[in-house]
């Protein structure tokens, strides 16, 4: 089945500093999400992009659907301690957005 | 109510125990997934409910896994015979409509399963 690649695993990081993570995959996406999962919890979605090229921000997170509709990347600006937790991408294959592909997750550590 | 919510958030079970896990959607709602979530790894697709029709089924990984949404909203995974393999963490989502701009899926916390 589709799978998709994200990259680093894991991140340990200053607070302040930038952070960069992206996902890519072997097969066209219709959709790309950025999730956020906190220990205990379920995912909660940060940035969702619909559109081939789109760019989209909330407050110092950014998020772009590449070109190719095959990866998307995600950065966080000025980074804090409560940006700590997984962050997952996600995407839509089909139309119908029934089945929702998650990568494996990019563990944020931040030292203050 | 206010989001998804699954109960029980924690369920130890017993090799070959059968399990039954609730999810409440949002109210109004028309989509509903199931999730399995192994630990370390994101979460997995099993089957998907537009009201109460189960119109994709393909991440159910046997014929021990059954999902039912009666009356298309409340919906509850059931696991026979669980083995240790099944052990994870299932999430529920909700959507309110068909994929597209502002159509978020919301999850709810999970339900722990444990099997021993």
């Known amino acids: 089945g589709q799978q998709l690649n994200q990259s680093p695993q894991s991140m340990f990081i200053q607070e302040g500093e930038d952070v960069s993570m992206n996902c890519t995959s072997s097969s066209i996406f219709n959709t790309w999400l950025w999730y956020k999962q906190d220990p205990g919890e379920g995912p909660v979605l940060l940035i969702a992009l619909y559109k081939a090229g789109e760019l989209t921000s909330n407050g110092r997170l950014t998020a772009q659907f590449g070109i190719t509709r095959k990866d998307s990347f995600l950065n966080i600006s000025a980074s804090i301690p409560s940006d700590v937790g997984i962050y997952f991408c996600?995407?839509?294959?089909?139309?119908?957005?029934?089945?929702?592909?998650f990568g494996k997750g990019t563990t944020l550590s931040v030292s203050s | 109510g206010a989001g998804v919510s699954q109960s029980p958030r924690y369920k130890v079970a017993k090799r070959g125990q059968d399990v039954a896990l609730r999810c409440d959607p949002i109210s109004g709602h028309v989509s509903l997934f199931w999730y399995q979530q192994a630990l370390g790894q994101g979460p997995e697709f099993l089957t998907y409910?537009?009201?109460?029709?189960?119109?994709?089924k393909s991440g159910l990984p046997s014929d021990r896994f059954f999902a039912e949404r009666p009356e298309g909203s409340v919906s509850t995974l059931k696991i026979q015979r669980t083995q240790q393999e099944d052990s994870a963490v299932y999430l529920c989502?909700?959507?309110?409509?068909?994929?597209?701009?502002?159509?978020?899926?919301?999850f709810g916390e999970g339900s722990w399963l444990t099997v021993v």
């Open positions: 989502a909700s959507r309110q409509g068909r994929v597209g701009y502002g159509n978020t899926i919301y």
């Open positions: 996600a995407g839509h294959v089909n139309q119908a957005g029934t089945a929702l592909i």
């Open positions: 409910f537009q009201n109460e029709a189960q119109l994709d």
